[in-house]
């Protein structure tokens, strides 16, 4: 069964084992489960059912596998002819989850 899911701020479709990397989940450690409630379309084949723009009822839950960061992305500005650079660096938060199981 496929669905297609909405968390933390992007959409992703999935189906079950699937690992997927996602912004973290605040307040979570590796192992704990995760309900995603927000379910954009679920089903396969005569059974798919689109919501409006949720489905009632419709949920997936996942297990982090780990928390991490991303990759540095080096932010560098600078104004020609006066003097002015900056160099900023980021590293975004990231959780590593594995599909479990989608209720429709």
Same mark, same amino acid.
């Given at each position: 069964?496929k *669905?297609?899911?909405?968390?933390?701020?992007q959409q @992703?479709?999935?189906?079950e084992?699937?690992i &997927?990397?996602v912004n973290?989940?605040? =307040?979570t450690? *590796?192992?704990?489960t995760?309900?995603? =409630?927000?379910? &954009?379309a679920?089903?396969?084949g005569?059974? @798919?059912?689109v919501g *409006?723009? &949720?489905?009632?009822g419709?949920?997936v839950s996942?297990?982090?596998?780990e =928390?991490?960061?991303?990759?540095?992305v080096?932010?560098f500005?600078?104004k020609?002819?006066?003097g002015?650079e900056?160099?900023?660096g980021?590293?975004q938060e &990231?959780?590593v989850?594995k599909?479990?199981?989608i209720?429709a």
């Amino acid at each position: 069964m496929k *669905a297609t899911i909405k968390t933390q701020g992007q959409q @992703f479709t999935v189906t079950e084992g699937d690992i &997927l990397i996602v912004n973290r989940y605040p =307040n979570t450690e *590796a192992g704990a489960t995760v309900e995603i =409630n927000d379910v &954009l379309a679920a089903g396969e084949g005569e059974n @798919f059912k689109v919501g *409006a723009p &949720l489905l009632a009822g419709a949920s997936v839950s996942a297990k982090v596998l780990e =928390n991490k960061r991303g990759k540095k992305v080096v932010v560098f500005k600078k104004k020609k002819r006066k003097g002015m650079e900056r160099k900023r660096g980021h590293r975004q938060e &990231l959780s590593v989850i594995k599909i479990e199981s989608i209720k429709a």
